[in-house]
């Protein structure tokens, strides 16, 4: 799994240890949360199932390789993301809405060639406007990296379709139960506020819960989730 994958089961593990606790105060109260609450449980199961089979698989180097190069243009994309994005904010360039829209997780929830296919209209794009874009920082260097490390990470989609074995199948099965986790988290921080007259310390407690911890080289930094704003 990639830094920012194991961030995200930690912290969604640590959200479904909360509300599995505090099951019996908040179910009677608020009967709507269970659907999102289970769709987390079943999510968060199946993606350990499949973690745990595949890692009796052989096609973990490679996989692991496809899953650096991932990262690795991913993190070349958002340097030029930001820059599209205060582009698009002054106004001039109301084409740009699309691709200002990206975010890191956005992108990340995209799978295989859907997300080569946004990397590369990202670069596309970013092109003809290097001279604006380098007034906001975007050097012709990083725009570079993003067309490099796409076409880097194109290839090694192509290959799974030849080289795929029981460890890539599993491998991507896991990744779509992330994001179905992903999904259901989303949908609880819309909810879990409305608790709040009855329940304020167990809406603080999920909203501490919903803090992802940076669980790579750097160390450990605590890094906000999304924001969970009171309805």
Same mark, same amino acid.
């Given at each position: 799994?990639?830094?920012?994958?194991?961030?995200?089961?930690?912290?969604?593990?640590?959200? =479904?240890?909360?509300?599995?606790?505090?099951?019996?105060?908040?179910?009677?109260? @608020?009967?709507?949360? !269970?659907?999102?609450?289970?769709?987390?449980? /079943? &999510?968060?199961?199946?993606?350990?199932?499949?973690?745990?089979?595949?890692?009796? *698989?052989?096609?973990?180097?490679?996989?692991?390789?496809k899953d650096l190069a991932?990262?690795? $243009?991913?993190? %070349? %994309?958002?340097?030029?993301?930001?820059?599209?994005?205060?582009? @698009?904010?002054?106004?001039?360039?109301?084409?740009?809405?699309?691709? $200002?829209?990206? *975010?890191? /997780?956005?992108?990340?929830? =995209?799978?295989? !060639? *859907?997300?080569? #296919?946004?990397?590369?209209?990202?670069?596309?794009?970013?092109?003809?406007?290097?001279?604006?874009? &380098?007034?906001?920082?975007?050097? &012709?260097?990083?725009?570079?990296? !993003?067309?490099?490390? /796409?076409? #880097?990470?194109?290839?090694?989609?192509?290959?799974?379709?030849?080289?795929?074995?029981?460890?890539?199948?599993?491998?991507?099965?896991?990744?779509?139960?992330?994001?179905e986790a992903r999904a259901?988290?989303?949908r609880l921080d819309v909810?879990?506020?409305?608790?709040?007259?009855?329940?304020?310390?167990?809406?603080?407690?999920?909203?501490?819960?919903?803090?992802?911890?940076?669980?790579?080289?750097?160390?450990?930094?605590? #890094?906000?989730?999304?924001?969970?704003?009171? $309805?």
């Open positions: 799994m990639t830094d920012v994958e194991i961030n995200f089961q930690g912290m969604a593990l640590n959200v =479904l240890k909360l509300l599995s606790e505090a099951r019996p105060r908040w179910e009677l109260l @608020y009967k709507k949360l !269970l659907p999102d609450f289970t769709a987390l449980e /079943t &999510a968060l199961a199946s993606f350990d199932d499949k973690a745990q089979q595949r890692s009796g *698989t052989g096609s973990q180097g490679y996989t692991e390789a991932e990262v690795a $243009a991913l993190d %070349a %994309a958002m340097p030029v993301v930001q820059g599209l994005k205060a582009l @698009y904010q002054d106004g001039q360039h109301p084409a740009l809405a699309t691709v $200002a829209a990206h *975010t890191r /997780t956005k992108l990340d929830a =995209l799978r295989g !060639l *859907t997300q080569v #296919a946004a990397l590369e209209s990202l670069y596309q794009t970013a092109l003809p406007l290097a001279a604006e874009l &380098a007034e906001e920082m975007v050097s &012709a260097e990083q725009l570079q990296a !993003l067309h490099e490390r /796409t076409a #880097a990470y194109k290839p090694l989609i192509g290959a799974a379709r030849q080289q795929i074995n029981s460890g890539s199948v599993l491998r991507e099965a896991a990744v779509q139960h992330l994001g259901a988290l989303a909810r879990m506020p409305n608790l709040q007259p009855l329940l304020p310390e167990l809406v603080a407690q999920y909203q501490q819960a919903r803090f992802l911890v940076n669980a790579g080289k750097g160390g450990a930094k605590a #890094a906000p989730a999304p924001a969970v704003t009171p $309805a």
